[in-house]
């Protein structure tokens, strides 16, 4: 009798530590898996854009990967709304694009080709486009003023991310 009990005292002593494991195991798997608080900090990131000029652009980090902010000027605007969309692979207006203010462009600077990082072009001449844009040195894949693929192999336009104006437009939250 007295084994007995014994035995089963043994049992669930060793249940309730294996429930109890499985717990602590299970919450230290919720916890890793719940982003870091600095990753938080840069799910969005706000950009002072007064020092633009009209033609000029920079570029920042916002979740590990470069955007272009570029304010263009009234004539670049007139050069990409010229573009005709039975031109374009991935066909997108402008206006489409960039709906909150067609003078700044936003863009995530990744070729989405294989992800190499586009440089920027003063004077581009391709298929018929002519105007600033990026080229992607990787595969030749070229970008409009607009972020929109004007050669390939990039199948898809520069990703425009989520984004809004704050503070009287001089400032750009993105994310
Ligand atoms: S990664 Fe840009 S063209 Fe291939």
């Not at 000029?56 to 004539?75: D, H, M, N, S, Y």
């Not at 374009?88 to 402008?94: E, I, V, W």
């Not at 709906?99 to 920027?120: D, R, S």
Request: aromatic share 6%.
């Amino acid at each position: 009798m007295q084994k007995t009990n014994r035995r089963d005292f043994l049992y669930l002593s060793a249940a309730s530590f294996g429930v109890v494991g499985l717990g602590a195991s299970i919450l230290t798997l919720i916890k890793t898996m719940n982003p870091a608080k600095d990753v938080m900090a840069l799910a969005s990131i706000e950009v002072n854009i007064t020092s633009l000029k009209p033609g000029q652009e920079k570029t920042v980090t916002w979740r590990g990967k470069p955007v272009f902010i570029k304010r263009r000027t009234p004539e670049e605007i007139k050069i990409v709304d010229a573009v005709p969309l039975k031109d374009l692979k991935d066909p997108q207006t402008d206006k489409e694009r960039f709906p909150k203010n067609q003078e700044f462009l936003v863009v995530v600077g990744v070729c989405t080709h294989l992800g190499c990082i586009p440089g920027q072009r003063e004077a581009l001449s391709v298929n018929g486009y002519k105007g600033p844009g990026w080229l992607c040195a990787c595969h030749g894949s070229v970008y409009d003023d607009s972020g929109r693929v004007i050669r390939g192999p990039a199948p898809k336009n520069l990703a425009v991310p989520p984004y809004e104006f704050l503070n009287n437009n001089t400032t750009i939250k993105i994310g």
